[in-house]
């Protein structure tokens, strides 16, 4: 059983920046797929960014060069930073764990933020 807690969103302003962070509780986290999703109002839940169990790091197009996502195997922690925010990238933003091994995944309760013109 993992159990994700995400903090950090909040509220900014065109071009600024927010940090997302994902404390993961259980075992195995080297095994999960980690992941950050959002949905914004009235769209579906998009993948943002997803580190392949430590290794490579992908993004979509939309945020390739204004976020980083990072991981932390030892204090089982990812995290989200995001750089010149656009009112676009406001949504709910969750934290996923997927294990194609243990065949298992979890999602994050979601944290929301708000970017303004």
């Known amino acids: 059983q993992v159990q994700l807690v995400e903090s950090g969103g909040g509220l900014a302003h065109l071009g600024g920046s927010l940090r997302l962070s994902c404390e993961a509780s259980?075992?195995?986290?080297?095994?999960?797929?980690m992941a950050w999703y959002r949905q914004g109002p009235g769209k579906e839940r998009e993948l943002v960014a997803i580190?392949?169990?430590?290794?490579?790091?992908d993004y979509i197009d939309s945020v390739k060069g204004r976020f980083t996502m990072s991981r932390d195997n030892t204090k089982q922690t990812v995290s989200l930073q995001m750089n010149s925010l656009k009112p676009e990238d406001s949504a709910v933003y969750y934290c996923?764990?997927?294990?194609?091994?243990?065949?298992?995944?979890?999602w994050g309760q979601g944290t929301q933020v708000t970017v303004s013109s």
């Open positions: 996923n764990a997927k294990s194609y091994i243990l065949e298992t995944e979890y």
């Open positions: 259980g075992s195995e986290f080297s095994l999960y797929h």
């Open positions: 580190n392949v169990r430590g290794g490579q790091t």
